[in-house]
Protein backbone atom coordinates (compact mmCIF):
# COMPACT_ATOMS: atom_id res chain seq x y z
CA UNK A 1 0.00 0.00 0.00
CA UNK A 2 1.65 3.38 -1.05
CA UNK A 3 1.41 6.11 1.23
CA UNK A 4 -1.47 8.12 -0.12
CA UNK A 5 -4.02 5.37 -0.27
CA UNK A 6 -2.85 4.67 3.53
CA UNK A 7 -3.35 8.49 4.17
CA UNK A 8 -6.72 8.63 2.29
CA UNK A 9 -8.01 5.67 4.78
CA UNK A 10 -6.82 6.93 7.74
CA UNK A 11 -8.92 10.26 6.48
CA UNK A 12 -12.20 8.36 5.84
CA UNK A 13 -11.88 6.62 9.03
CA UNK A 14 -11.05 9.78 11.19
CA UNK A 15 -14.13 11.09 9.38
CA UNK A 16 -16.59 8.00 9.93
CA UNK A 17 -15.44 8.42 13.68
CA UNK A 18 -16.82 11.96 14.15
CA UNK A 19 -19.82 11.46 12.12
CA UNK A 20 -21.79 10.17 15.14
CA UNK A 21 -20.76 12.49 17.24
CA UNK A 22 -21.50 15.18 14.69
CA UNK A 23 -24.96 14.08 14.42
CA UNK A 24 -25.63 13.86 18.30
CA UNK A 25 -24.58 17.64 17.89
CA UNK A 26 -26.77 18.59 15.45
CA UNK A 27 -30.07 16.72 17.22
CA UNK A 28 -32.42 19.07 19.27
CA UNK A 29 -31.62 18.16 22.34
CA UNK A 30 -35.23 17.53 25.06
CA UNK A 31 -35.35 17.64 28.40
CA UNK A 32 -35.50 13.53 29.52
CA UNK A 33 -38.87 14.36 31.49
CA UNK A 34 -40.54 17.63 30.94
CA UNK A 35 -43.32 16.80 32.64
CA UNK A 36 -41.78 17.56 35.93
CA UNK A 37 -40.77 20.59 35.00
CA UNK A 38 -42.29 23.15 37.45
CA UNK A 39 -43.92 25.97 34.93
CA UNK A 40 -45.36 22.73 33.19
CA UNK A 41 -47.09 20.72 35.81
CA UNK A 42 -47.52 22.88 38.93
CA UNK A 43 -51.07 23.36 38.74
CA UNK A 44 -52.25 27.08 38.78
CA UNK A 45 -50.19 28.08 41.57
CA UNK A 46 -46.40 28.97 42.18
CA UNK A 47 -47.37 29.50 45.52
CA UNK A 48 -45.23 26.16 46.83
CA UNK A 49 -42.07 26.96 44.56
CA UNK A 50 -38.93 25.85 46.67
CA UNK A 51 -37.14 29.19 45.57
CA UNK A 52 -37.80 32.07 43.47
CA UNK A 53 -37.08 34.95 42.56
CA UNK A 54 -38.57 37.60 44.43
CA UNK A 55 -39.35 40.93 42.93
CA UNK A 56 -40.53 44.54 45.05
CA UNK A 57 -44.47 45.51 43.91
CA UNK A 58 -44.30 48.35 46.59
CA UNK A 59 -43.98 49.07 50.03
CA UNK A 60 -45.55 47.75 53.32
CA UNK A 61 -47.25 51.27 53.49
CA UNK A 62 -48.32 51.42 50.59
CA UNK A 63 -50.03 48.17 51.00
CA UNK A 64 -51.61 49.17 54.57
CA UNK A 65 -52.43 52.57 53.02
CA UNK A 66 -54.44 51.55 50.00
CA UNK A 67 -55.62 48.22 50.97
CA UNK A 68 -53.93 46.51 48.18
CA UNK A 69 -51.02 46.62 46.12
CA UNK A 70 -51.04 46.01 42.25
CA UNK A 71 -47.48 45.24 39.97
CA UNK A 72 -46.63 47.83 37.43
CA UNK A 73 -47.58 45.26 34.92
CA UNK A 74 -50.86 44.96 36.56
CA UNK A 75 -50.59 41.17 36.52
CA UNK A 76 -50.15 40.50 39.80
CA UNK A 77 -52.36 42.00 43.32
CA UNK A 78 -51.10 41.57 46.90
CA UNK A 79 -53.48 41.64 49.81
CA UNK A 80 -53.08 40.69 53.30
CA UNK A 81 -54.66 37.68 54.27
CA UNK A 82 -58.21 38.50 55.81
CA UNK A 83 -57.59 35.77 58.22
CA UNK A 84 -54.27 36.33 59.00
CA UNK A 85 -53.15 39.87 58.74
CA UNK A 86 -49.73 38.62 59.14
CA UNK A 87 -49.45 37.41 55.90
CA UNK A 88 -49.57 37.89 52.22
CA UNK A 89 -51.37 36.60 49.40
CA UNK A 90 -50.87 37.22 45.82
CA UNK A 91 -52.59 36.01 42.67
CA UNK A 92 -52.58 36.62 39.45
CA UNK A 93 -54.78 39.09 38.51
CA UNK A 94 -56.18 37.82 35.01
CA UNK A 95 -59.66 36.22 35.39
CA UNK A 96 -59.74 32.62 34.89
CA UNK A 97 -62.95 32.87 33.07
CA UNK A 98 -62.34 35.23 29.85
CA UNK A 99 -59.32 37.36 30.79
CA UNK A 100 -59.89 40.03 31.78
CA UNK A 101 -57.76 41.74 35.06
CA UNK A 102 -59.69 41.32 38.33
CA UNK A 103 -59.99 43.96 40.92
CA UNK A 104 -59.70 44.09 44.95
CA UNK A 105 -62.98 45.10 46.82
CA UNK A 106 -61.36 45.83 50.12
CA UNK A 107 -65.15 46.17 51.38
CA UNK A 108 -65.67 42.84 50.18
CA UNK A 109 -62.50 41.71 50.74
CA UNK A 110 -62.79 40.05 47.57
CA UNK A 111 -61.70 40.29 43.76
CA UNK A 112 -64.35 40.99 41.85
CA UNK A 113 -64.38 40.32 37.93
CA UNK A 114 -65.72 43.97 36.22
CA UNK A 115 -66.45 41.62 33.03
CA UNK A 116 -69.25 38.94 34.16
CA UNK A 117 -69.26 39.41 38.47
CA UNK A 118 -66.95 36.39 38.85
CA UNK A 119 -65.86 36.53 42.66
CA UNK A 120 -62.60 35.33 44.20
CA UNK A 121 -61.37 34.94 47.71
CA UNK A 122 -57.89 36.88 48.14
CA UNK A 123 -56.39 33.51 48.30
CA UNK A 124 -57.56 33.05 44.40
CA UNK A 125 -60.40 30.55 45.42
CA UNK A 126 -63.72 30.97 43.54
CA UNK A 127 -66.11 32.22 45.31
CA UNK A 128 -68.56 32.86 42.36
CA UNK A 129 -69.07 32.55 38.65
CA UNK A 130 -68.80 32.33 35.84
CA UNK A 131 -65.14 31.59 36.82
CA UNK A 132 -64.77 27.87 37.19
CA UNK A 133 -60.87 28.28 38.07
CA UNK A 134 -58.77 29.92 40.76
CA UNK A 135 -56.61 32.58 40.34
CA UNK A 136 -53.44 31.59 40.17
CA UNK A 137 -51.27 32.52 42.85
CA UNK A 138 -47.52 33.39 44.18
CA UNK A 139 -45.64 33.17 46.89
CA UNK A 140 -45.46 36.72 48.64
CA UNK A 141 -43.36 37.96 51.89
CA UNK A 142 -41.96 41.30 53.53
CA UNK A 143 -38.57 41.92 53.24
CA UNK A 144 -37.63 44.97 55.21
CA UNK A 145 -39.91 47.76 54.16
CA UNK A 146 -41.10 46.13 50.86
CA UNK A 147 -43.48 43.36 49.46
CA UNK A 148 -42.09 41.34 47.33
CA UNK A 149 -43.45 38.18 45.56
CA UNK A 150 -42.07 35.39 43.34
CA UNK A 151 -43.44 34.97 40.33
FE1 LIG B 1 -64.05 37.45 34.46
FE2 LIG B 1 -65.85 36.67 32.69
S1 LIG B 1 -63.87 37.46 32.34
S2 LIG B 1 -66.02 36.70 34.83
Known amino acids: MDRRKLLSWF???????LLPSSLLGCSEST???TSSSPAKSAPE????????NFKAIGTVAQL???GSLVSSDKKI???RDPKDKTKLLAVNT??????C????KSDKKQYVCPCHD???AADGAVIAGPAKKPLPTYAAKIDKDQVVVSA
Open 11 to 17: GLGWLVS
Open 31 to 33: PSN
Open 45 to 52: SVAAAPSG
Open 64 to 66: DKD
Open 77 to 79: AVV
Open 94 to 99: TCTHNN
Open 101 to 104: AVLW
Open 118 to 120: AEF
